[in-house]
């Protein structure tokens, strides 16, 4: 069965940092382009950033500079070190693969990150 | 940047064709996209490159994109597509998604 699933969401204090882990399974993790998706509470959705195939990345204005995403294709795992952390960021965040058709047609269960004092 | 726009709500009698526009400066150059949200759950592909179906979406689900405006087409409508869609295009190697628009079945 092709699935993602997150961990790594938690309770953090303004300032602090956070990293969150995608597993994959069932596909070769390594052929595909991968993205975090967030969503706040009665929100829409909103990206974050891309990993493409080749290890080059993109990142949305509202988080360049302070997160970084990364794979580590042995262990089909993609990464989002959040640094800098605001009450802004505080969301739903989503991994999701990109089809060859350029959708993204695999979603995770998310995990939720709450940016607190 | 580029800018997507949903209407925020759309209402529709079961059994009947629900519309859901998407709007974008010559959305119709680039290919769009939709997602289909239920309360509670991750987001699903329901249409990708203007009008393709991903294996397992139903019949009923079509999408067109032209000029300015990107539309998904629910036929039939039922019930168990009572959901939020959101609309998505590529803006070089960036993701837009629309706002959003919340399918009520009534």
């Known amino acids: 069965e092709v699935q993602l699933v997150e961990s790594g969401g938690g309770l953090v204090q303004p300032g602090g940092s956070l990293r969150l882990s995608c597993e994959a399974s069932?596909?070769?993790?390594?052929?595909?382009?991968m993205h975090w998706v967030r969503q706040a509470a009665g929100e829409g959705l909103e990206w974050v950033s891309t990993?493409?195939?080749?290890?080059?990345?993109y990142y949305s204005g509202s988080v360049k500079g302070r997160f970084t995403i990364s794979r580590e294709n042995a262990k089909d795992s993609l990464y989002l070190q959040m640094n800098s952390l605001r009450a802004g960021d505080t969301a739903v965040y989503y991994c999701?693969?990109?089809?060859?058709?350029?959708?993204?047609?695999?979603w995770g269960q998310g995990t939720m990150v709450t940016v607190s004092s | 940047s580029y800018e997507l726009t949903q209407p925020p709500s759309v209402s529709v009698s079961p059994g009947q064709t629900a519309g859901i526009t998407c709007s974008g400066d010559?959305?119709?150059?680039?290919?769009a996209y939709w997602y289909q949200q239920k309360p509670g759950q991750s987001p699903v592909l329901v249409i990708y490159?203007?009008?393709k179906r991903p294996s397992g979406i139903p019949e009923r689900f079509s999408g067109s994109n032209s000029g300015n405006t990107a539309t998904l087409t629910i036929s039939g409508t039922q019930a168990m597509d009572e959901a939020d869609y959101y609309c998505?295009?590529?803006?070089?190697?960036?993701?837009?998604f629309g706002g959003g628009t919340s399918l009520t079945v009534l």
């Open positions: 010559n959305l119709g150059d680039r290919f």
């Open positions: 998505q295009a590529w803006d070089r190697s960036t993701v837009v």
């Open positions: 490159q203007d009008n």
């Open positions: 999701t693969r990109e089809s060859d058709g350029n959708a993204f047609d695999i």
């Open positions: 990993i493409d195939a080749a290890g080059d990345t």
């Open positions: 069932g596909f070769t993790f390594t052929y595909y382009h």
